[in-house]
């Protein structure tokens, strides 16, 4: 199957900081990527919908101005945590689909925020 | 609303013990129902999509099926490497997605 590559995998950092979790499809061109968050024993809730070169859409009650996402090429999109709080500590996972494949997902990024 | 509901939550089989994890959802316009597999710290990884009920698939011991109102993951004889959660979605219109919980499967050698 197709190959979406997630990065890091583990990251902590300092409240108020902010931390960067790069998405990219291998092997394909990704017209379309996701963002989800899961917390421990509950199901992946997307957050964001981004298509390449167009601003990403969220879902409702996710905040866009904390959780900055960039599609700027077919292959890459990023998500950025900015002013992280302990709260915002969570599982995030990527995936990515072209108009020909179903989405496909990354290896997750477990964020820690002290 | 859409609703997807998985159950068992949980369920621990002896090593070759068949047996099925169910899907049920309710959805307005159903564009299709997939199932993952997602291993302790890691992402889903990808293993059927189904659009339209009496629809199957298989893949070494899975076998996916749906109907007009739930999708069945059956499992026959499975090995200790099947234990993960399962995940079920759909994707309903206007492409909205809606995760379940998953089922947390453990097989026993």
């Known amino acids: 199957g197709a190959v979406v590559s997630q990065h890091p995998s583990r990251v902590i950092c300092k409240s108020g900081t902010s931390v960067k979790i790069e998405c990219r499809s291998l092997?394909?061109?990704?017209?379309?990527m996701f963002w989800y968050r899961q917390f421990p024993k509950q199901s992946l809730m997307l957050m964001a919908t981004?298509?390449?070169?167009?601003?990403?859409?969220?879902e409702q009650g996710v905040e866009k101005d904390k959780f900055l996402i960039n599609h700027a090429s077919l292959t890459l999109s990023t998500l950025t945590v900015t002013s992280a709080h302990p709260e915002d500590s969570s599982f995030y996972i990527c995936?990515?689909?072209?108009?020909?494949?179903?989405?496909?997902f990354g290896q997750g990024t477990r964020l820690t925020v002290v | 609303e859409d609703q997807v509901t998985q159950s068992p939550e949980a369920l621990r089989l002896q090593e070759g013990e068949s047996s099925s994890l169910n899907c049920s959802y309710t959805?307005?316009?159903?564009?299709?129902l997939f199932w993952y597999r997602q291993d302790p710290g890691k992402g889903p990884e990808f293993l059927f999509t189904?659009?339209?009920a009496g629809e199957e698939k298989e893949k070494e011991r899975l076998k996916a099926t749906l109907t007009k109102k739930e999708s069945f993951l059956h499992i026959t004889a499975p090995k200790p490497e099947d234990s993960a959660t399962y995940l079920c979605?759909?994707?309903?219109?206007?492409?909205?997605?809606?995760f379940g919980i998953g089922t947390k499967l453990q097989v026993i050698p």
């Open positions: 995936s990515a689909r072209s108009p020909n494949t179903e989405a496909f």
């Open positions: 092997d394909f061109q990704a017209t379309t």
């Open positions: 981004s298509n390449e070169g167009s601003k990403a859409t969220y």
């Open positions: 959805v307005s316009g159903l564009r299709g």
């Open positions: 189904l659009y339209s």
């Open positions: 979605r759909h994707r309903g219109g206007y492409q909205k997605v809606t």
